[in-house]
């Protein structure tokens, strides 16, 4: 790269974060599930692939959400590669993810109702002094894990955390929970833990710049060395991007809504800007291009994440804006269950200053209005998890409300909140009814299979038409918008989505659209990008 006063990243430079080669998501991210996942999937995944890799060549390209690792012969050295180095490497969180079960066992076969204080003796060593044992009023015995002690035992996490960059041609990825990442010569893996302030440098200069410098900083921790320059180099240019457009800036203005894809909604006032469950898209000049980093704010002041799903809490565009963030506000786990983990201590132990847990019915103040935290019914498998909320925003006598993915299993619940918060002006919910079985996401927490009935019944549904229609109806919005659709292109790697016109969610939302349309109310389903003044 010639020399030049100032650099720039790529508008197409991606950057996936990995721990021990696969795609960061929240489950990685605290240890007692990071175990969890990594025992019961990583590693069956892998074995299974070495077993057979041209089947789950030919099942990942049928099935792209499936248990399958997408690649053939060529990829059987890495693989075995990878599996031996996670026996060793991820050796503490193996153990882990045994003495959990095993914790899980004997609770099952010896905590009847009798006092479980004899049984701290023989809590699993990996677990001592991490665990409470107790009953629930029915009489099952459970444990409940002291997270910040089990992060502060778990530094060996920080050895297994990279970040993967390469510019992007097109939208085309394996899929995250199946397929770890493996360097080829277009990319090149930054060996550094999440918190690290280097991210922050890097990722400024997108949109800010930075001393050419930077470039021998990153290669000091790139996988290769000083070999990798002339690949690192390919990440920036010497061209500053495009200003983002100006936002309101006198009080009486619109408020600026912007749908950047899935559950991203940028809102901007004269006074703040606030995102919604950040996904980022990249620009490939390939038909309509998202809504990307250079369309948001040098500052974004509040940024709300609605549940803890891979698609909702997405770390590769997190970590990018973490020098731009001001407040996350995130909703309050039960505290110690593994299938709810903490997504604040998750978020700081990777290094995010300012998060801001709430409860039911909490509110944030922002300037001329509040956000408030709604209850979130469904589409988590009927398992007991506190740590998902809607939220409503309310400034400057406007109002929208971010269902996200809630089922509307009770409408009474939303009669009594429409009591309390009034009437909502712009209703964004996501329509995805026809969601994967609960052990998709949720099955290497648990000690024993669900039977299959079960599994299928207890489904990660959003609302259909019948049950989004009371949401309607108790808010009495101007506009509805369905959005959270996982649709767009360059989230297949996330979703595994790809709808035809008769899928399920696509029937239902259209009804909603039409029910909305019958009743005089402005609706839509967002898809790719969209403005809207309020």
Same mark, same amino acid.
């Given at each position: 790269?010639?020399?030049?006063?100032?650099?720039y990243?790529?508008?197409?430079?991606?950057?996936?974060?990995?721990?021990n080669?696969?795609?960061?998501?929240?489950?990685?991210?605290?240890?007692?599930?990071?175990?969890?996942?990594?025992?019961?999937?990583?590693?069956?995944?892998?074995e299974?692939?070495?077993?057979?890799?041209?089947?789950?060549?030919?099942?990942?390209?049928?099935?792209?959400?499936?248990?399958?690792?997408?690649?053939?012969?060529?990829?059987?050295? =890495?693989?075995?590669? *990878? @599996?031996?180095?996670?026996?060793?490497? %991820?050796?503490?969180?193996? &153990?882990?993810?045994? /003495? !959990?079960?095993?914790?899980?066992?004997?609770?099952?076969?010896?905590?009847?109702?009798?006092?479980?204080?004899?049984?701290?003796?023989?809590?699993?060593?990996?677990?001592?002094?991490?665990?409470?044992?107790?009953?629930?009023?029915?009489g099952?015995?459970?444990?409940?894990?002291?997270?910040?002690?089990?992060?502060?035992?778990?530094?060996?996490?920080?050895a297994?955390?990279?970040?993967n960059?390469?510019?992007?041609?097109?939208?085309?990825?394996?899929?995250?929970?199946?397929?770890?990442?493996?360097?080829?010569?277009?990319?090149?893996?930054i060996?550094?833990?999440?918190?690290?302030?280097?991210?922050?440098e890097?990722?400024?200069?997108?949109?800010?710049? =930075?001393?050419?410098? *930077? @470039?021998?900083r990153?290669?000091?921790? %790139?996988?290769?060395?000083? &070999?990798?320059?002339? /690949? !690192?180099?390919?990440?920036f240019?010497?061209?500053?991007?495009?200003?983002?457009?100006?936002?309101p800036?006198?009080?009486?203005?619109?408020?600026?809504?912007?749908?950047?894809?899935?559950?991203?909604?940028?809102?901007?006032?004269?006074?703040?800007?606030l995102?919604?469950?950040?996904?980022?898209?990249?620009?490939?000049?390939?038909?309509?291009?998202?809504?990307?980093?250079?369309d948001?704010?040098?500052?974004?002041?509040?940024?709300?994440?609605?549940?803890?799903?891979?698609?909702?809490?997405?770390?590769?565009?997190?970590?990018?804006?973490?020098?731009?963030?001001?407040?996350?506000?995130?909703?309050?786990?039960?505290?110690?269950?593994?299938?709810?983990?903490?997504?604040?201590?998750?978020?700081?132990?990777?290094?995010?200053?300012?998060?801001?847990?709430?409860?039911?019915?909490?509110?944030?103040?922002?300037?001329?209005?509040?956000?408030?935290?709604?209850?979130?019914?469904?589409?988590?498998?009927d398992?007991?998890?506190?740590?998902?909320?809607?939220?409503?925003?309310?400034?400057?006598?406007?109002?929208?409300?971010?269902?996200?993915?809630?089922?509307?299993?009770?409408?009474?619940?939303?009669?009594?909140?429409?009591?309390?918060?009034?009437?909502?002006?712009?209703?964004?919910?996501?329509?995805?009814?026809?969601?994967?079985?609960?052990?998709?996401?949720?099955?290497?927490?648990?000690?024993?299979?669900?039977?299959?009935?079960?599994?299928?019944?207890?489904?990660?549904?959003?609302?259909?038409?019948?049950?989004?229609?009371p949401?309607?109806?108790?808010?009495?919005?101007?506009?509805?918008?369905?959005?959270?659709?996982?649709?767009?292109?360059?989230?297949?790697?996330?979703?595994?989505?790809?709808?035809?016109?008769?899928s399920?969610?696509?029937?239902?939302?259209?009804?909603?659209?039409?029910?909305?349309?019958?009743?005089?109310?402005?609706?839509?389903?967002?898809?790719?990008?969209?403005?809207?003044?309020?």
């Amino acid at each position: 790269m010639p020399d030049m006063t100032q650099i720039y990243l790529k508008p197409n430079a991606v950057f996936e974060p990995l721990i021990n080669q696969w795609y960061a998501w929240t489950f990685l991210l605290q240890p007692a599930t990071c175990a969890l996942v990594m025992k019961q999937v990583h590693l069956r995944i892998m074995e299974s692939f070495i077993r057979a890799p041209e089947l789950h060549r030919r099942s990942a390209a049928k099935m792209a959400g499936g248990p399958f690792l997408n690649g053939g012969r060529e990829l059987v050295p =890495a693989v075995e590669a *990878l @599996i031996a180095d996670t026996r060793t490497r %991820a050796a503490p969180l193996l &153990a882990l993810a045994d /003495a !959990l079960r095993e914790l899980d066992e004997l609770l099952a076969r010896e905590g009847r109702g009798d006092t479980l204080s004899p049984l701290y003796a023989r809590v699993p060593e990996p677990l001592k002094g991490l665990v409470e044992l107790g009953y629930d009023l029915r009489g099952h015995a459970s444990y409940r894990l002291f997270e910040r002690l089990l992060y502060d035992s778990a530094g060996y996490l920080d050895a297994l955390q990279s970040v993967n960059g390469f510019v992007a041609t097109s939208d085309d990825r394996s899929f995250m929970l199946s397929t770890p990442r493996f360097p080829d010569e277009h990319m090149v893996q930054i060996r550094l833990p999440f918190r690290d302030a280097l991210y922050d440098e890097l990722f400024a200069a997108r949109h800010a710049g =930075a001393a050419p410098d *930077l @470039i021998d900083r990153l290669l000091v921790h %790139a996988e290769g060395g000083a &070999a990798r320059r002339a /690949a !690192l180099e390919t990440w920036f240019t010497d061209a500053p991007p495009p200003r983002p457009p100006s936002v309101p800036s006198r009080a009486g203005q619109p408020v600026r809504v912007r749908y950047f894809n899935h559950a991203t909604v940028l809102v901007e006032t004269a006074e703040f800007s606030l995102l919604t469950d950040p996904i980022v898209g990249y620009p490939l000049g390939q038909g309509d291009d998202p809504f990307t980093f250079a369309d948001l704010p040098e500052r974004i002041d509040y940024v709300l994440l609605t549940h803890n799903h891979q698609d909702h809490i997405v770390l590769e565009s997190l970590l990018q804006l973490r020098h731009r963030i001001g407040t996350l506000v995130v909703p309050r786990s039960h505290g110690g269950f593994l299938q709810d983990p903490s997504i604040r201590l998750a978020l700081e132990a990777c290094g995010f200053e300012r998060v801001v847990e709430v409860g039911e019915l909490d509110s944030v103040p922002v300037p001329g209005g509040e956000i408030v935290a709604l209850p979130f019914l469904g589409e988590h498998g009927d398992l007991h998890i506190a740590a998902k909320m809607a939220f409503a925003l309310k400034v400057g006598g406007k109002s929208m409300l971010f269902a996200a993915d809630s089922n509307n299993l009770q409408p009474e619940l939303y009669q009594r909140i429409a009591q309390r918060i009034g009437r909502i002006g712009t209703l964004f919910i996501g329509m995805e009814c026809e969601g994967a079985p609960m052990s998709w996401l949720y099955g290497a927490l648990l000690n024993e299979p669900l039977g299959r009935q079960f599994d299928q019944n207890r489904r990660l549904n959003g609302s259909d038409c019948e049950r989004a229609w009371p949401l309607v109806e108790c808010f009495a919005p101007r506009q509805v918008f369905v959005y959270a659709m996982g649709a767009e292109p360059w989230l297949k790697f996330i979703s595994s989505i790809e709808y035809a016109p008769t899928s399920l969610p696509i029937v239902e939302s259209d009804k909603l659209i039409a029910r909305c349309h019958a009743h005089d109310i402005q609706s839509e389903r967002l898809y790719l990008k969209k403005e809207i003044l309020l």
